[in-house]
Every structure is written in structure tokens, then in C-alpha cells.
């Protein structure tokens, strides 16, 4: 057996740290997260997760190729097709793909050349069977940037699948009544929020005009 040499402390320091590009409002809410790891977002059905998911898709397709695997709706239904006129799409289309692959069919597609770099996974409990294949998914590509949508009960995770993704991912985030909050290791300037469409979450407070 051979065995991996143990780190010194100018081994750890001295590594280069990739970090995500963000600015505007994603860099206010995150910072620039680390370019790598699993990001889990929850929320409730009407509370903004799938427009938030778009907006977040967008964001890291000016810099990544994003595979979005849409599992919970098909291709062609109609509010999905609406999310990608709203947060106008086109203007990423070069690196935006959508697709419906099981997991064993994203595990050879993401073996062909030029593989996206951003996996977002619509939902967990659609893709995943058990928490040993999201290990095995997440240690086959530890290198992107994988996320994963889950369902709520409450302000937490539906299902112990979800929960349990939840505990082991890097970033967490709470959609509710249109408003993101980042539960994460990397927060940034505005406390972790993110405001995902402005007038629901007016509304959703009782804001007057």
C-alpha cells in the first residue's frame, strides 16, 4: 500500500484557490466561492427556487459551460421555457445545455470531451436512489461545480436523502417567499441574501406601494 505524504502547514497555504467570479447582487450574497464543490438548494414549491436556480445557472455560464439535467419537468413544458425567456438565456447560450439524463447516462456523457465544468442536478430525490451514489457522484467529480436542488418541509430539507446532502455540501441555500439565504461556508457582504424576484418578495411581506 502506498501511502499519501501528510501535508505541512506551507503545503496547505501555498496552494492556488480558484474561485468563482461572481459580482452584482450574487457577489454581495456569496463573495467568490471556491470553483469546486456541492452546492444544495431547498425550498418549498411557488417560493422562487426554480427562478433562483435559473438566475444562479446564468451567472456561472458567463465564465463555465452549465449542464442543467431538468428532472422534475420536461424539456419542453412551458414554465420552464418561460424561466429561460424571463432571465433571457440567449444572452449565455453558448455555454447553456439542458438535458434529462438518469445518472447513469450523465456519467458517460460527462466522460466526453469538453465536459461542462457546472452540473446542476433538478432534484435530489429524482436522481439520486440512496446517499452512496451522491458520494460516489460527488467523488467521480470533485473538481466541478455540482448543484442540487431538494424539496422543503418547513424551513429544512424534505427527505433524509436531502438532509443528509445537506450536512455534506458546501454550500447551502434556503429559498423561501423569493428570497435566498445562504446557510454556507462562504457568506458575503449583505449577510448571505439574495433577493430573487423583487416584487414577490415585496409581496410576500407586506410591502405597499
Same mark, same amino acid.
Given at each position: ?17 480558484? +474561485?468563482?467570479? $461572481? #459580482?452584482?447582487? $450574487?457577489? *454581495? ?17 411557488? @417560493?422562487?427556487?426554480? @427562478?433562483? &436556480? ?20 420536461? !424539456?419542453?413544458? @412551458?414554465? $420552464?421555457?418561460? +424561466? ?17 439524463? &438518469?445518472? #447513469? ?17 433538478? @432534484?435530489? &430525490?429524482?436522481? $439520486? ?19 442540487? !436542488? ?28 423569493? *428570497? ?18 423583487? #416584487?414577490?418578495?415585496?409581496?410576500? +411581506?407586506?410591502?405597499?406601494?
Amino acid at each position: 500500500m502506498v501511502i499519501k505524504k501528510a501535508l505541512t502547514v506551507a503545503n496547505i497555504q501555498c496552494q492556488n484557490i480558484k +474561485r468563482i467570479p $461572481f #459580482e452584482g447582487a $450574487f457577489y *454581495q450574497a456569496y463573495r467568490q466561492p471556491q470553483n469546486k464543490g456541492v452546492w444544495l438548494v431547498w425550498g418549498a414549491s411557488s @417560493s422562487g427556487k426554480s @427562478s433562483y &436556480t435559473m438566475q444562479l445557472a446564468k451567472e456561472l455560464a458567463k465564465n463555465y459551460k452549465v449542464l442543467y439535467n431538468l428532472l422534475e419537468e420536461e !424539456t419542453d413544458d @412551458s414554465d $420552464f421555457i418561460e +424561466r429561460t425567456t424571463m432571465f433571457d438565456m440567449h444572452e449565455v447560450k453558448d455555454n447553456f445545455l439542458v438535458a434529462k439524463y &438518469t445518472l #447513469e447516462e450523465l456519467n458517460v456523457y460527462l466522460k466526453k470531451r469538453n465536459p461542462p465544468k457546472v452540473i446542476i442536478i433538478d @432534484s435530489a &430525490t429524482y436522481f $439520486f436512489k440512496n446517499f452512496a451514489e451522491y458520494k460516489a457522484f460527488k467523488e467521480a467529480n470533485k473538481n466541478r461545480i455540482i448543484i442540487i !436542488t431538494a424539496h422543503a418541509q418547513g424551513s429544512n430539507p424534505r427527505s433524509e436523502l436531502e438532509k443528509d446532502i445537506q450536512y455534506d455540501a458546501k454550500q447551502k441555500v434556503f429559498v423561501n417567499a423569493y *428570497q435566498a439565504v445562504c446557510k454556507g461556508r462562504t457568506i458575503g457582504p449583505n449577510g448571505g441574501l439574495f433577493i430573487v424576484w423583487q #416584487e414577490g418578495y415585496d409581496k410576500a +411581506r407586506g410591502a405597499t406601494e
